[in-house]
Nanobody, 123 residues
Framework: QVQLVESGGGLVQPGGSLRLSCAAS????????MGWYRQAPGNQRELVAA???????NYADSVKGRFTISRDNAKNLVYLQMNSLKPEDTAVYYC?????????????????WGKGTLVTVSS
């Protein structure tokens, strides 16, 4: 079993900051890439930021310069520091991990999602 658990969402005023965390646990051998996605009401889920196990990062144009993704490989943690938040950043934020896990026949590479954490940017 593998679980991704997000934390850190909440209500913040425009211009404020939040830090999201995601912890991966279970029968994990290694995590290749971790990322944050978001989905606002009526919209499709979109990539916010991603980071490889080598530290290479990728950001959506809408968050470049405002959001920073980082990870702790030893602890299977990924973070999203969100600054200068805007009302349009309001969404449910989901953690994603592309990982290798232990399965009955050996190992298998799979994609996992957390249940999401709500971020609301409003005055």
């Amino acid at each position: 079993q593998v679980q991704l658990v997000e934390s850190g969402g909440g209500l913040v005023q425009p211009g404020g900051s939040l830090r999201l965390s995601c912890a991966a646990s279970g029968s994990i051998v290694t995590i290749y890439a971790m990322g944050w996605y978001r989905q606002a009401p009526g919209n499709q889920r979109e990539l916010v930021a991603a980071i490889t196990n080598r530290g290479n990062t990728n950001y959506a144009d809408s968050v470049k310069g405002r959001f920073t993704i980082s990870r702790d490989n030893a602890k299977n943690l990924v973070y999203l520091q969100m600054n200068s938040l805007k009302p349009e950043d309001t969404a449910v934020y989901y953690c994603n991990a592309d990982l290798l896990r232990i399965v009955p026949t050996g190992t298998g590479r799979m994609d996992y999602w957390g249940k999401g954490t709500l971020v609301t940017v409003s005055s």
